[in-house]
């Protein structure tokens, strides 16, 4: 199994910028793809971004273009960089890896709370 934890959300301006990671521990050999989705209540989780084994990302429509996605592979993490932030924004942040059997993982979220 792959845990996942989140961390970095905060109450930020609009306009601002906000650096979100995520570490994985215990089977993160398994990990076949890792990255971002995002809720608000009553939603379904949408997609920020993810990256698979060979590098390539993928992104959602509502962030795409405000954000930066890398994996550190070494350290077994994961980064987001959010600009230019947005009310719309606010929402629970999750860590997301997809690992070998197409098995779902998922972090506790993070709160990020964009204020106008």
């Known amino acids: 199994q792959v845990r996942l934890m989140e961390s970095g959300g905060d109450l930020v301006q609009a306009g601002g910028s906000l650096r979100l990671s995520c570490a994985a521990s215990?089977?993160?050999?398994?990990?076949?793809?890792i990255g971002w989705y995002r809720q608000t209540p009553g939603n379904q989780r949408e997609l920020v971004a993810l990256?698979?084994?060979?590098?390539?990302?993928i992104y959602g429509d509502s962030m795409k273009g405000r954000v930066a996605f890398w994996r550190d592979y070494r350290r077994d993490m994961v980064f987001l960089q959010m600009r230019d932030l947005e009310s719309t924004d606010t929402a629970v942040y999750y860590c997301?890896?997809?690992?070998?059997?197409?098995?779902?993982?998922w972090g506790q979220g993070t709160q990020v709370t964009v204020s106008s």
């Open positions: 997301y890896a997809k690992t070998t059997g197409e098995r779902d993982n």
């Open positions: 215990g089977s993160t050999f398994t990990i076949d793809a």
């Open positions: 990256i698979n084994r060979n590098g390539t990302p």
